[in-house]
């Protein structure tokens, strides 16, 4: 059966500093791969998904950035991090674009 | 521009009720639905889902209507149970393009 994993759970990071959040998938191959947020009170806003090795799309611009170095394997940066990135961040893999969405458990990143 | 509005962001329903939590999206080009749901600290599961050439999918407990003029999708749980107390999101597809998601509304079933 097909597994994701995402970590850390928990990160607390001050401003200005790097960031890079590391989601995995098992048991499928070439899965779509998608990044969102969840900032407090909103939905899940969609940040970059992959259909494939080193394709990004990215739909929000910000000081975020999202690389595929692997089939299944889904990175999420940044340089320099600022104050309103704080939220919860989920990584999530799709067969297909049509298809249901299975998350990982997310990253709560809090920024000081 | 929320697409997908879920404008009751809490319900609570006793045990054994009928929950209904309501989905109202603004494009009609969208053509996929699902629902999840959320627990605290995990990221969404997959419930169910709904095709916009249907009116109505249903799962063991839940229902998911459809009602495509008035832009509406409606999850029906009955019987309620405690084990569904979580955040609900439903989720609206536009032609194979993205998904877009609902702010989440908070379930709590009361034993």
């Known amino acids: 059966s097909q597994t994701i994993h995402q970590w850390p759970a928990t990160l607390v990071q001050p401003v200005g500093s790097p960031l890079s959040l590391e989601c995995t998938v098992e048991?499928?191959?070439?899965?779509?791969l998608y990044w969102y947020r969840q900032a407090a009170g909103r939905g899940l806003q969609l940040l970059f998904y992959?259909?494939?090795?080193?394709?990004i799309s990215s739909e929000v611009p910000q000081n975020l950035s999202a690389s595929r170095p692997q089939d299944r394997q889904f990175i999420l940066s940044s340089k320099k991090l600022l104050l309103s990135d704080s939220g919860f961040y989920l990584c999530a893999w799709s067969a297909a674009v049509n298809q249901p969405q299975h998350f990982g458990d997310g990253t709560r990143l809090s920024i000081l | 521009d929320q697409q997908v509005k879920q404008n009751s962001p809490s319900l609570s329903v006793q045990e054994g009720r009928i929950s209904i939590l309501n989905c109202d999206y603004t494009n009609s080009m969208f053509d996929y639905f699902l629902w999840y749901k959320k627990y605290p600290a995990e990221g969404p599961t997959f419930l169910i889902s709904i095709s916009s050439i249907k009116d109505k999918n249903e799962d063991g407990r839940f229902t998911v209507f459809l009602n495509k003029s008035a832009k509406h999708l409606s999850l029906h749980i009955v019987p309620s149970q405690p084990g569904d107390s979580a955040v609900y999101f439903c989720?609206?597809?536009?032609?194979?393009?993205?998904?877009?998601f609902g702010t989440g509304t908070s379930l709590t079933v009361i034993p």
């Open positions: 989720a609206a597809l536009l032609r194979g393009n993205q998904f877009y």
């Open positions: 048991g499928t191959s070439n899965p779509n």
């Open positions: 992959s259909v494939g090795i080193g394709q």
